[in-house]
């Protein structure tokens, strides 16, 4: 499965400010809902807050993936994936302590491809040139379009 076969532009929101972790977590939820991808709206959003609560899923150099702890059964229609990225970022205590811009929502039924996706994405976020190009995008297709060309680079070096 290709990341970025999960991504349209409508799942992503570039160049926004947010004041703090709450108000990127609802974003993130509200989109997937949208999407009809959350289908139990308050169990998701309890989850990745209460998961945030235990340590931070921020991974550094400027990245968070919000995640349950777990796939939630009934919560999510299959896989759900969003993007926001915040001009300036949060703090939000990543290893790094940088601020934190660039912010994947992830979550699915089966834990099993939950930890998939999770994996999958974590490695190609590990590119320096595709966060800098996620950072600089100026539109939501751009996002996407950066996410699905670094995704291709990175499955044809292999």
């Known amino acids: 499965m290709l990341i970025s076969s ?5 799942l992503v929101d570039v160049g926004t400010h ?13 989109l997937a809902e949208q999407h009809g991808m959350v289908t139990d709206r308050k169990t998701v959003l309890r989850s990745l807050l209460e ?25 999510f229609d299959g896989v759900a994936f969003s993007a926001v990225r915040i001009d300036g970022g949060l ?8 601020p934190v811009q660039l912010f994947f929502l992830v979550g699915a039924e089966d834990r099993r491809e939950h930890l998939l996706i999770l994996g999958k994405l974590a ?9 800098e190009d996620l950072i600089g995008a100026q539109t939501s297709e751009e996002f996407v379009e950066r996410m699905q060309a670094a995704e291709l680079s990175m499955n044809n070096s292999r």
């Open 123 to 131: 490695r190609l976020l590990r590119n320096n040139d595709l966060r």
């Open 18 to 30: 947010m004041d703090g972790k709450k108000e990127v977590l609802e974003k993130l939820v509200d």
């Open 91 to 98: 703090d939000l205590d990543a290893p790094d302590q940088k």
């Open 51 to 75: 998961r945030e609560g235990m340590c931070s899923t921020a991974i550094g150099k400027g990245v968070a993936i919000p995640h349950p702890k777990e796939g939630l059964p009934g919560a």
């Open 6 to 10: 999960l991504m349209d532009s409508s």
